[in-house]
């Protein structure tokens, strides 16, 4: 349903840095509304499940230390020691945004509202998004999942349950040589993909829309 255009002083993508500190670090950069208890849980879960994990999570109301404050509560009353958990407001330069990927091995997104844009944005700077795909027909519940089939070989992190999610995220954290790997193919497989082909995309809307008027005007 949509395209993603980089933008043209994206930094280059860098190693996982799970290679250099042999701990894995899960991150998202969505914004902070759609982080619901679910996802906290969901999330707290996974921590639980890779020892020596940590978190980053980045997105505007971070500037405040009483936001601050309150969302590592959410952590730490879920047995999630604070230390493990970063939290990171909004950056100056788009630039700067982007190459804060570089601090996460793996994206892990919300629910029921997933990401969009921020999806693309990990996707394209090689950094693997575990998503939880809705049985019903909820767009914003599946929009991940829209995103990551477009891809090849990126379905496999699409989950169906929030049990899946957890195991999909877990495993993925028990080989860095995968994260490496999804490092240095994530960019160039995106460009390739349908996700990019922004002429193609317009070509076959506009198509649709020919068809439209044409059965309005018959």
Sequence with gaps: FLCYTPPTDAPAVLPTPALATNSITFGSFNNLAKVNDRVIETWCSILREVP?????????????EAI?????????SRGIDASRVD??????????????YSKIDI?????????????CEAIYMGVPVVTFQSPHHFHAHNVGAT????????EKLVAKSETEYIQIAVTLARDIQRLEYLRRSLRPAM????????????RQLEQVYRQLWRSYAT
Excluded at 87 to 100: F, V
């Design 52 to 64: 020596g994990s940590r978190f980053l999570m980045k997105c505007k109301p971070f500037a405040s």
């Design 68 to 76: 601050r404050s309150k969302t590592l509560a959410r952590f730490t």
């Design 87 to 100: 939290l990171s407001p909004l950056l100056p330069t788009t630039s700067e945004h982007l190459d804060t």
């Design 107 to 119: 994206s892990v997104d919300t629910f029921p509202y997933c990401g969009t844009t921020t999806t």
């Design 147 to 154: 995103l990551l089939s477009r891809i090849k070989g990126l």
């Design 191 to 202: 460009l390739a993909s349908p996700l990019c082909d922004g002429r193609t995309f317009v």
